[in-house]
Structures are given as structure tokens and as C-alpha cells.
């Protein structure tokens, strides 16, 4: 229940209050005038912020995040709008009591009523300093022109003068408020020299004697100057509120972050630490301060620290990671990996300064060095894996070539008729199984050779369309056999090519043999050579039955044979264009391919005209393996 000298009442209390009234009459008398004052506190208080929130929409867009700010334009806007339709609206009863001076009442009051434009200007500008400038300029215009029509020096109005310094105050601006005693100066002045020269006018007719006038003048001068210093006194609290609540709420996020922030001065000391030092280091902020958080660093990280701090300086930003140790100085063990963001700033006193925000990242520099432990076995694996394929390759030549030879040789039948057809059919088996089986290991070899990075290319300038041609022929008794049409296209004239002629021809070849072997009987398929700017393109394309569009990506990989939706399964390994790929890529070119499932696919192949800037000159270039496999991706 609220007594007489209470706190402001909560609307809770209000309604307790209020039930009590209501349920006890016998109280009401006492009650009522508490309920009276308290309620019209409320209603005082709910007008004067509806009045506020009347002006906010005069207040300029450039200034609305800034609450001070806010508050100062939409006073300074309120209380010049005011003036000003005030002073237009004393007019008519001014000129009503008074027709004698009805010139000089009304230049004077619509003098003030130029504090309505004044308001617009900073509403629409957003000039604040200009607009507390342009306002002295009125009050002293206002000043001159009343003291010159009043006596001159000797006229009550001398006292308005101090009126504009004092209100450009509010501004908060030493410079505006310089500028407004500068203008009502020059305005005492003026008024000063026409009174020495007898330029200013008679003394009008007011009521009462100039005594009377002195002493109305000195008190609006005096409730000005009043409502100014309050106004201010008032500002200023609002400010200092604001900035207490912004310096809390700041507080309270770096004590809530778990990022260290710290503040260094250009030598790399440590001005000011957040309280996650005791989160991230296990020690205070005190601890961190000067030379503390640098003597933390692991000695062979500290170059990279203080290069980083340089950089922020001079570049504006910087990130760096490094070591720092937890506890105590003397634990040697405690250390973690951090990673420090830096950015450059001017401080209060606009000298240079490092901000930086600090993270622990020791899982992250765990789980890196484990997936570099991975790649490292993976790669180690992965060469284990191609020296023997290599390796057996080698071994699986010998015997195949021994077992080709053989079946060639009963194939001619040296040592006698065949007996039976089967025997001679069985003979062909061999031999063609054989023969097959061969290619497969010469491909392993090459892919081998290729990622082991020891398939030496040696370029030689040679014509591209005799070449082709070969390999066409070559191709020719398995195209006519699979009932498929095998033709060239070659440009005429066509410029040398300088590449390895050897690699060159295991490229067309295994083109070949693949459009063969991916169409159908009565397929077509043809190999074209073209010039492209300064790169040769081979291009060799069939209407057999195509590669669906998801596999695309995956064609040319090892081993990968493409057969989801086809209208039927091929032989093969899947190496042909990866050697293809391989080769390409240590000549330094491109393969596109082209593809419509059913339709039919085109492989181009892209050779630079030139291996080096050099010219033709002999080069035995060799790649790694990550290089190939790059160049793979990319085409």
C-alpha cells in the first residue's frame, strides 16, 4: 500500500492499491490523494515522452543510431519550432495592446519567428553546429535590432547578447560555441560603434520607464540562461547514463566472451586485458599487462607475433598463430596453440593502437596434424601401391610375351597340320587373350610411370596428320571387324606440333580404341585435327552409345568404367583415358569430353603448338603426382 513520501508506485502496486480502494470505502479519503499524485506523475510523465516521440520523426536519418545524438536534434528542433510559431502567433495581440510600435513588434517578433527555418534546416540536414550557429546569428540580429530602436548601448535588450554563447552550449561543441560568442560579439559591436556615431534610434514608447524594462529584460535573460543550465545539467546526465549502460553492457560481453581481447601499444606491450585470461591462461588480467602476455609466447613463435603486430599497424590487419603458455610462468608443458586476429585503431589520445582478439585452437591444430598424418600414409600408400604395380607389370611382360610368341608360332603351324579345327581355334584364343592382356599391363605401366612422375616426355617437332593417319590405319582391321566406319578430318597445312611423337600416338590410339569399342555395328566414327589459336586440337568423336552425365565428372579415373544405363557392358579396365589424361597433362594441355547418353561422345584433346616460351628446343619434362592428379580434375 503506497504512503505519502513513497517511491513511485509499480503498476502492480497500482492495482493493488486500487483493489484496496475499491474494497474498503471507509479508506478512500486518505488514499485518493497519493492515487491523485502518483497518477498524475504517470500521466505527466507519459505526455512528456508522447511530446518527445511527436519530434522524432524531424530528427535527421544520419544521427539515429546515436541516442545523444537523437536527443540533442529533437531538442533543439522541438524547442525552435516552438519558439517560432510562438513568436508569429504574439503578433496579433501585440499589435492589438500596443499600435504605436506595430512595426518595430512585429519586424522584432518575426525576427524569432526565423527559428522555425532554422529547425527545418537541421532537421533536413542533420547539421546540428550549424544549426545552434544560425540560430546566434537570429538572437543577435534579434538583439541589435531592439537595442538599436531602445537606446543603444543603454537599452535594456544589451543583456540578449550572452543569450546566443549560452545557448549554443547545448551543443556540446567547444568550437560551436566559440563561433556563437564570435557572432553575438560582432553584434555588441555593431551596436557599440552606431551608438558612438548617434546612428541608433530614439527611445519607443513602452509601458513603464526604462527601469522597468531593464529589469523585464534581465529576467527572460536570466530564466533563459536558466532553462539553458538545466537543459544541460539534463543532457549531460542522459549522457553520462548512456555512457555508463554502454561501458556495462561492453563489460559484461568481455567477461562473457571466451576470446581473450587485449590492447597493444606500438612497442607490442599489453595496455589492457579482458577477464578471459583467466578462462584461456589460468591468470589474471594484471598477469597479461606490459611485457606479460609477450614473455607467455614460445620463444620460436615470438618473430611471428611481433612481425603480425607490425603488419596491423602499418596494414591495418593481421592474423597470426602461435604458443602461448597456460599458468604458471615456470610450467613448461602448459602450452596451447591460440590464434590472434589484429587490427589497428586510435586511441582516445589518437595514438596507435593494436587490438587484438585471441582464440584457443589446440583441438584444431590436433585434428590438422592428424589429417596431415593421414594424407602423408595415404600418399605413402598410394606410391607403395604404384611401384608394384609397376614392379608387376615388369614381371607379367615376360611370360606374356613368351606365351604371344608360342601361340603365334602353332598358330603357323611349324610343327605340323592341326588335327582338328578346334585345336587351331583354340590357338587363336591364346594368342588374342594374350595380346589383350598385354595391353592391359602396358597401361598399368604407363598410368604407373606416369604418377611416379619417371614417363619422360621429349618433344620433337613433327606433322600431326601423317601421324593420325597411322594410328587410323593401325585401328582399321578392329573397326572393320566390329562393323564400324573409321575416318579422318585433318585441316590442311597444318603447322608442326612440337611434342613427344611416341605419347602423341599412344593418345590417338587409345581415342580410337575406345570409340571403337563403345559403338555399335554400323557406328561411325571419326578423328579430326584442327588448329585452335595457338594449340593443336585432336578430336575424336562416335555416335555409339554415350556416358550419362553423372559419370562424367568420374570418366578418365582409374579403373572407372562408366555402365550405369548403357545398353550394354564393355571390356576393359577403365586406364585407356586415364593414360590419355595423364599424357595430355604432362605436355601441359586439356581434354574436354563431350557427351549425350545414346547419342554419342567427342574427346578433344588440346596440345600447345610449343612446350616452352623458348621455342622448340628439347625438353624432358615430369610431373608428381599431385600435379597429374590436379590436371586430371581440372579437365
Given amino acids: 500500500m503506497a504512503q505519502p513520501g513513497a517511491g513511485p508506485p509499480t503498476a502492480e502496486n497500482l492495482r493493488n492499491e486500487g483493489r484496496h480502494v475499491g474494497g474498503d470505502r471507509a479508506e478512500f479519503p486518505q488514499k485518493l490523494p497519493t492515487r491523485l499524485r502518483w497518477g498524475c506523475v504517470l500521466r505527466n510523465c507519459e505526455l512528456r515522452a508522447a511530446l518527445e516521440r511527436s519530434f522524432d520523426h524531424l530528427v535527421h536519418s544520419s544521427v539515429a543510431d546515436d541516442p545523444v545524438e537523437v536527443n540533442r536534434h529533437r531538442g533543439f528542433i522541438a524547442s525552435h519550432l516552438i519558439s517560432g510559431f510562438a513568436a508569429f502567433g504574439l503578433i496579433p495581440p501585440a499589435l492589438a495592446v500596443d499600435a504605436s510600435s506595430a512595426g518595430f513588434t512585429a519586424t522584432t517578433l518575426s525576427v524569432l519567428g526565423l527559428e522555425i527555418l532554422v529547425a527545418l534546416f ?57 563561433g556563437a560568442a564570435l557572432i553575438s560579439g560582432a553584434g555588441f559591436l555593431l551596436t557599440a560603434a552606431l551608438t558612438a556615431t548617434g546612428e541608433a534610434g530614439h527611445n519607443l514608447a513602452f509601458a513603464g520607464d526604462n527601469t522597468t524594462m531593464s529589469f ?27 555512457i555508463a549502460r554502454q561501458e ?11 576470446d581473450l581481447v587485449t590492447c597493444h601499444n606500438p612497442s607490442g606491450d ?31 613463435d615470438r618473430p611471428a607475433y611481433l612481425s603480425a603486430i607490425s603488419v596491423a599497424l602499418h596494414q591495418g590487419a593481421a592474423r597470426v598463430e602461435y604458443r602461448l603458455r597456460c599458468g604458471e610462468e615456470q610450467d613448461t608443458d602448459g602450452w596451447i596453440w591460440v590464434e590472434s586476429h589484429m587490427r589497428h585503431l586510435a586511441d582516445e589520445q589518437g595514438d596507435d593502437a593494436v587490438v587484438t582478439v585471441t582464440r584457443d ?63 587351331r581355334e583354340y590357338s587363336g584364343l591364346i594368342k588374342e587373350s594374350g595380346e589383350h592382356l598385354l595391353q592391359v599391363v602396358n597401361d598399368i605401366l604407363d598410368l604407373s610411370k606416369i604418377e611416379c612422375g619417371s614417363f619422360d616426355v621429349n618433344p ?42 611416341r605419347a602423341c600416338r599412344q593418345i590417338v590410339l587409345n581415342l580410337l580404341s575406345n570409340a571403337v569399342k563403345f559403338s555399335n555395328r554400323g557406328g561411325l566414327v571419326v578423328c579430326s585435327v584442327r588448329r585452335q589459336g595457338r594449340r593443336m586440337a585432336i578430336a575424336v568423336r562416335d555416335n555409339g552409345i554415350g556416358i550419362a552425365e553423372p559419370d562424367l565428372c568420374r570418366v578418365g579415373s582409374p579403373f572407372f568404367q562408366a555402365e550405369t544405363g548403357y545398353d550394354r557392358k564393355q571390356a576393359g579396365t577403365g586406364l585407356g583415358l586415364s593414360v590419355v589424361k595423364g599424357l595430355v597433362a604432362l605436355h601441359g594441355g586439356q581434354v574436354m569430353i563431350d557427351s549425350d547418353l545414346g547419342k554419342g561422345t567427342t574427346v578433344t584433346v588440346l596440345l ?3 612446350p616452352s616460351r623458348d621455342g622448340v628446343e628439347p625438353i624432358s619434362r615430369v610431373l608428381d603426382i599431385d600435379q597429374i592428379q590436379r590436371v586430371a580434375r581440372r579437365a
Avoid at 248 to 258: C, D, G, I, N, T
Avoid at 375 to 384: G, H, T
Fill in 122 to 178: 537541421v532537421s533536413r540536414t542533420g547539421r546540428l553546429a550549424q544549426g545552434f550557429l544560425l540560430s546566434a546569428a537570429i538572437l543577435t540580429i534579434l538583439a541589435v535590432w531592439v537595442a538599436l530602436h531602445t537606446g543603444g548601448l543603454g537599452s535594456f535588450a544589451v543583456v540578449w547578447f550572452a543569450i546566443a554563447p549560452i545557448e549554443a552550449a547545448l551543443s556540446g561543441r567547444r568550437s560551436t560555441v566559440t
Fill in 216 to 242: 523585464l529584460a534581465c529576467v527572460i535573460a536570466l530564466g533563459y540562461a536558466s532553462g539553458v543550465a538545466i537543459s544541460i545539467e539534463r543532457r549531460e546526465r542522459a549522457t553520462s547514463l548512456s
Fill in 248 to 258: 556495462q553492457r561492453y563489460r559484461l560481453l568481455a567477461e562473457a566472451m571466451s
Fill in 270 to 300: 599489453v595496455t589492457f586485458a579482458s577477464p578471459a585470461a583467466m578462462r584461456l591462461l589460468s591468470v589474471r588480467p594484471a598477469d597479461l599487462v606490459a611485457e606479460g602476455l609477450f614473455r607467455r609466447v614460445h620463444i620460436g
Fill in 361 to 423: 585452437i589446440s583441438e584444431r591444430k590436433r585434428h590438422e596434424a592428424e589429417l596431415e598424418n593421414l594424407r602423408v600414409d595415404s600418399e605413402a600408400a598410394n606410391l607403395a601401391k604404384t611401384r608394384f604395380l609397376a614392379n608387376m607389370s615388369h614381371e607379367l611382360r615376360t611370360p606374356l610375351n613368351a606365351i604371344i610368341g608360342f601361340s603365334d608360332i602353332l598358330n603357323q603351324e611349324l610343327f605340323g597340320k592341326f588335327e582338328f579345327d578346334r585345336q
Fill in 460 to 501: 620433337e617437332a613433327f606433322r600431326v596428320g601423317p601421324l593420325v593417319d597411322r594410328c587410323r590405319q593401325m585401328m582399321a582391321p578392329q573397326a572393320e571387324k566390329a562393323g564400324i566406319a573409321l575416318t579422318c578430318d585433318i585441316e590442311p597445312n597444318l603447322p608442326e606440333l612440337v611434342a613427344d611423337p
Fill in 608 to 610: 600447345p603448338m610449343q
